[in-house]
């Protein structure tokens, strides 16, 4: 065997020191035995010759299988709308390449506002300004609650785009209110006494109107969004009276939407003179008059310069995922964590819609994104419920967990494990998402003891099997206990999902392994072999092992590696994958014809009879 490393390259790659003299010596002597025993004769009776592997070809390799496994597992965890997805996709690709001309933060960009009452169309809106599609667009009131950020540009004017919650300012019954806002007492709020529910409906549009008034306070332009085809009501009247009266010193646009025919639209925009601004007839599903209404929006905000302090590349901002059953408290979490009321927290079921992205900069300088999601419930109980809303909120979870680099799931105390969150943690898994388990409101346990913690993680160990390697976080969000540990968690975790060990004490690891235990021998008398291993990526950990037969080697023997590895090299809050390719006689030999001498001469290969 030649055992060697190749040079750096990207993610796909040792290091070039990662292959040392005596540990390699040591370590293959372990594999294949200096000391000849009786599995050796046997295996030598085979007719195995004496032959030369090339290490750099083994990387390449190990490179290839990983992309296919990559394919493979992509295609096996497919959304429900992936085609919107890729679209997306290329669309931030290509303005990507205009974005990647500015380094200005996004928190130093100006702002821009959309606000206006329910269903008038301002997530559609937004999607077209920000060019993906962020934002749930449904054809019902009440979709969007929370504020929604995005980065947007026009010409050479950037600016962030800020999604509101519809304003609801006149008063309702609770009825009416429970009708525009599309809010369910029933859904999901079983255990919360009536008046308790009764409570939350009846300050759903306060904390909504408190979102959208925290957006119009920050933003330098404002959007003013009203519905061409529904023509004007009452609600508008009193919305354009409060930014008239309130924010006056601030630009104010006021884009009738749903337009789509350049003659009617100058028709259905002369309704609206009364409220006081020159309407503008838009189509945000068209695009029809977006540009007349970028060019006014630009024309009022100011050129920000790339500040001299920022460096020319952003380092890599990790991303953390907070998923978990409705009502265990994400929402307050995320709150919590950036110390302000970011997003709506309430009892009601489906409070969060969309996917919340938040950047957050601790005490320390390191800078997160924290994105906070919809509660997943099952997939029956939501094609049940017949909500196209909470489909998509629960998928926009789904592609949350894939964006992110690390995923918190948050339980409930109380309730323990559930069946639900097991399958959540079997979809991390497989996303291969570095994960920490968040048992929240902890203060609801009653008459607590030093021994309740220990007894407790063993009973979320024992029922959440798929992630025991996920360390695990007590927190009570609403009073903001422990919060602070689970970016600390968090922090570790993407630490060691993207740590890379060198192929040297890779393969002294898994020699050790083989000694400790060999692969168990088949009716037939064969028994499996490690030729070599690498690693092949990070994020995750992915190692390939080379062997004579991955058939040789069962799952309980692959579980075992697994654990070791972990047990010698860490990973603690990661999955690892363990990929096993086969090394035929055939593919051995012509492998052995194309190893270069340079390697040989360089002291980087050892070659050891097999």
Request: proline share 4%; net charge negative; with cysteine.
């Amino acid at each position: 065997m030649v055992y060697g490393s190749r040079g750096s390259r990207g993610e796909l790659r040792c290091e070039e020191d990662d292959v040392e003299d005596g540990v390699v010596e040591e370590v293959v002597g372990e594999f294949l035995g200096d000391e000849v025993g009786d599995d050796d004769v046997m295996e030598a009776e085979e007719g195995e010759d004496e032959e030369l592997i090339d290490v750099e070809a083994l990387e390449e390799e190990a490179g290839r299988v990983f992309a296919e496994f990559s394919k493979s597992l992509s295609r096996e965890l497919k959304l429900d709308d992936e085609g919107e997805e890729t679209k997306d996709a290329d669309r931030r690709r290509r303005r990507k390449k205009r974005m990647d001309r500015s380094i200005v933060p996004d928190d130093m960009l100006p702002k821009v506002a959309i606000v206006g009452r329910p269903n008038v169309g301002k997530s559609a809106l937004f999607n077209r300004l920000v060019g993906g599609n962020r934002a749930i667009v449904v054809d019902e009131p009440g979709v969007t609650r929370d504020r929604l950020y995005g980065r947007s540009f026009w010409g050479d004017c950037e600016f962030m785009v800020v999604d509101t919650g519809g304003v609801l300012t006149i008063s309702q019954s609770q009825a009416n209110v429970m009708e525009d806002l599309a809010i369910t007492t029933t859904i999901g709020m079983d255990g919360i006494p009536l008046a308790s529910r009764e409570a939350a409906v009846a300050r759903m549009p306060s904390m909504i109107e408190r979102q959208a008034t925290t957006a119009v306070e920050e933003a330098h332009a404002i959007i003013f969004l009203v519905d061409g085809q529904a023509g004007l009501s009452a609600a508008d009247v009193e919305i354009s009276d409060w930014l008239r009266k309130n924010y006056s010193h601030k630009f104010v646009v006021l884009a009738v939407n749903k337009c789509e025919s350049p003659r009617k639209g100058l028709m259905q925009a002369a309704d609206f003179w009364s409220l006081g601004f020159s309407p503008l007839p838009i189509s945000a599903i068209s695009g029809a008059g977006t540009g007349e209404l970028l060019d006014l929006i630009c024309s009022k905000l100011e050129n920000i310069k790339e500040p001299d302090n920022v460096q020319e590349a952003e380092s890599y901002v990790p991303s953390i995922a907070i998923v978990g059953r409705p009502n265990v408290g994400k929402s307050s979490i995320l709150n919590a964590l950036v110390g302000e009321d970011r997003t709506i927290v309430s009892p009601i079921s489906g409070t969060t819609r969309d996917a919340i992205d938040t950047e957050l900069i601790t005490a320390d300088g390191q800078k997160f994104k924290l994105i906070d999601t919809a509660g997943i419930r099952r997939r029956a109980a939501v094609a049940s419920s017949g909500s196209a809303t909470e489909a998509l909120s629960v998928n926009r979870a789904f592609r949350a967990i894939r964006r992110s680099d690390v995923v918190a799931l948050v339980i409930e105390a109380m309730a323990c494990v559930t069946e639900q969150d097991f399958r959540i943690a079997e979809r991390i898994e497989e996303e291969g998402k570095g994960c920490l388990i968040v048992v929240n409101k902890w203060d609801t346990i009653p008459n607590k003891k030093q021994e309740t913690t220990m007894y407790y993680e063993q009973d979320v160990r024992e029922k959440l099997r798929t992630l025991d390697w996920a360390p695990i976080v007590y927190s009570t969000a609403t009073a903001g206990h422990n919060v602070d540990k689970i970016i600390v968690a968090a922090a570790t975790v993407e630490k060691e999902r993207s740590r890379r060990l060198s192929t040297a004490t890779l393969n002294q690891v898994v020699g050790e392994a083989v000694a400790f235990k060999p692969p168990p021998r088949t009716r037939g008398g064969k028994r499996g072999r490690v030729y070599y291993c690498t690693q092949a990526a990070i994020r995750p950990p992915t190692f390939v092992f080379f062997v004579n037969d991955a058939k040789l080697f069962p799952e309980t023997y692959r579980r075992y590696m697994e654990k070791q590895l972990r047990t010698d090299a860490g990973f603690s809050g990661t999955p690892i994958r363990l990929l096993w390719r086969s090394r035929r006689k055939t593919e051995k030999r012509r492998a052995s014809g194309q190893v270069s001498s340079n390697n040989v001469d360089q002291d980087k290969a050892l070659a050891v009879a097999t």
